[in-house]
């Protein structure tokens, strides 16, 4: 009697939730202008910055330059840092790596060992995480500085954290308000917070 035969085969592998979450968010079709990250097991998407914030980032970056430019470091934005660590994906603000990372980088993606700063803007969808998620996350990945902006906060401060000590905390930090004269860890210098003040005063 004829028919169809059905030959048993061994069924493929399923994927693990870890490899799901890390295939969608290497596939996402995002909108212009925004990030993806993978943080505490999710992902977690963040708008288009508001002008200022980019403003900030300018005037943290022209602070930082004249040390960079000595030691033959860049500053960069929108370049993904991946945590081992934690098993997450973070695209912070602002970060300082040296040339030679830029051009030895995996495509798209860094280890954290090239970081020497890291630096965060704070905004209404983004400032639970960078206050605590990331503050976690880059510490177990010894990220040297950590560096806080948070115009949300009174009228502005700006918070330092460095000697990581890899189980999730920094053994210094530093917070001011703007205004105030910050010194950051060597090879940096002091910040000059009065330039983070926004031009307009508050109604």
């Known amino acids: ?21 890390w295939e969608t968010w290497e596939n996402l079709e995002l909108p212009p202008g925004s990030r993806a990250e993978i943080l505490r097991g999710a992902i977690y998407l963040s708008p288009t910055p508001v002008p200022r914030h980019n403003r900030l980032y300018a005037k943290l970056s022209k602070q930082l330059i004249t040390v960079t430019e000595d030691l033959g470091w860049e500053i960069i934005n929108t370049q993904t840092v991946l945590l081992p660590a934690t098993d997450e994906a973070a695209i912070p603000d602002l970060l300082v790596v040296p040339d030679e990372a830029i051009d030895n980088a995996e495509e798209w993606r860094l280890p954290p060992d090239e970081v020497r700063l890291a630096a965060e803007i704070t905004s209404p969808s983004t400032r639970e995480r960078d206050r605590s998620f990331k503050l976690d996350s880059y510490a177990k990945a010894g990220i040297p500085i950590y560096l806080v902006i948070d115009p949300l906060e009174s009228d502005g401060t700006v918070t330092v954290y460095h000697r990581p000590d890899r189980s999730g905390a920094y053994r210094l930090h530093q917070t001011v308000e703007f205004g105030t004269e910050l010194a950051l860890p060597k ?3 002091k910040l000059d917070t009065a330039e983070f003040k926004s031009r307009q005063p508050k109604g």
């Not at 059905?6 to 870890?18: I, Q």
Request: a positive charge; aromatic letters at 4%; charged letters at 30%.
């Open 1 to 21: 009697m004829g028919g169809l035969t059905m030959v048993a085969t061994e069924s493929p592998k399923r994927k693990s939730d870890r490899d799901l979450l």
């Open 187 to 189: 090879p940096f210098g």
